[in-house]
């Protein structure tokens, strides 16, 4: 089977997706089957050289709904070329140039939301969600009332979809996401960590790992942080991700001053290849607060590196983790962030080894990316008439 991704931009700084699609390919390619990728990032830029699959790059393109002249014209073109074509994210144009070049046609699309449908976003940006409704309406809709599937990476995220939009008609499949583990993970080391970052040397570590945004609750895990420390000085908090250039960086720091716990936070920025693994390497624990995750990739990379995790129950995958005792949840709340870092540190040496130990279980039976690149072509494929099943 071949598969055309048709995304944004595969550049890791935007988060989640690209990651995933990026496993996704090697996944996939793994089961003999081959994915391209059709973006809107500039043919040179670093992350297109770089991506793991042939990339057909458009960009670079101006505007944040990303149209260019160019998209329709190609898919029109090219879409003959492959068995199936898969659109990652919402409000933009490239899903819209999908449905007008395919719609009706032989060539059967597919929709991953990536979590783009959650009401938490109309709850927290009731203006743009106003935005949002108009172009529901007018465009975002058909594409996906007319996609053969829209695919969810979790049952909590197809359930909260329906919630959000009048005139929700959809053909719903759940099927999973998840990460594979490379050699850059099984060489990392802790030594090598703490020797990129000597503040953390001998501590225990917190991990937060990824983008710096409010939705991903890092004020409330520095004000329960703080509060940790006074059941446990040793304890230091690692925040690594980019900025997303609306200065949340500079806020989370000032916070961090003005409880008198400098010290005892490292900013280390945007953390790729052996120094991201690294870190997970080094980390007792995982948290991330968010008020509203989709899947969350990296949440998976600690498990899969045997770090449980402290998240909130706004994190989609939030049910399977807890019911394999692999981390624990609580409210997207002061009160509840501070209640995970509290459980943890309560638990004795052996229980903690053995949550590390349910933490790669949870991971292998849930979230491995040749599970989850499976289950898509499982999906794809009953929709293609001249393939056999």
């Known amino acids: 089977m071949r598969v055309l991704n048709v995304i944004r931009s595969v ?16 996944a996939t390619r793994s089961l003999g089957h081959t994915e391209e990728v059709l973006t809107l990032d500039a043919p040179e830029a670093p992350c297109v050289v770089e991506f793991p699959a042939p990339t057909h790059a458009l960009g670079p393109v101006a505007t944040q709904y990303g149209y260019t002249r160019g998209l329709l014209p ?3 073109e090219h879409a003959a070329d492959y068995d199936a074509v898969v659109v990652h994210g919402l409000w933009q144009y490239h899903g819209r140039a999908v449905w007008q070049a395919l719609r009706g046609g032989p060539v059967p699309y597919f929709v991953y939301p990536h ?10 940006y009731p203006l743009k969600h106003l935005k949002k409704s108009l172009y529901w309406a007018l465009a975002e809709r058909r594409v996906l009332r007319d996609a053969r599937a829209v695919l969810f990476t979790a049952e909590e995220e197809s359930r909260l979809a329906a919630q959000t939009f009048r005139s929700y008609v959809v053909n719903p499949s759940v099927v999973g996401y998840g990460v594979a583990l490379g050699a850059e993970a099984h060489v990392a080391s802790a030594a090598a960590f703490a020797q990129a970052w000597p503040a953390t040397q001998g501590k225990r570590i917190v991990l937060f790992l990824g983008r710096l945004h409010p939705k991903k609750g890092g004020d409330l895990l520095i004000d329960a942080f703080a509060r940790a420390l006074q059941l446990e000085p040793r304890l230091h908090l690692v925040m690594a991700g980019p900025d997303d250039k609306s200065g949340v960086r500079a806020g989370l720091e000032a916070k961090a001053a003005r409880l008198g716990i400098t010290e005892h936070i490292t900013f280390t920025g945007m953390l790729t290849g052996d120094a991201k693994w690294s870190a997970l390497r080094a980390a007792e ?3 991330l607060p968010s008020h509203q995750e989709n899947f969350g990739i990296a949440v998976v990379e600690a498990l899969a590196m045997g770090v449980p995790v402290l998240i909130s129950d706004k994190v989609n995958i939030w049910r399977e983790i807890v019911q394999h005792d692999a981390g624990f949840a609580e409210s997207d709340t002061l009160a509840g962030t501070t209640a995970v870092l509290r459980r943890w540190l309560a638990l004795d040496a052996d229980t903690r080894h053995q949550m590390r130990l349910q933490a790669v279980g949870c991971y292998q039976r849930h979230f491995h990316m040749t599970a989850a690149a499976r289950r898509l072509i499982d999906t794809i494929a009953p929709h293609l008439c001249h393939l056999p099943l």
């Open 11 to 26: 550049d890791p700084v935007h988060g989640g997706p690209a990651e995933g699609l990026r496993q996704s390919v090697l």
């Open 74 to 76: 190609w898919l029109r």
């Open 115 to 124: 979590g783009m449908l959650d009401p938490w976003f109309r709850q927290a």
């Open 285 to 287: 624990v995982f948290a």
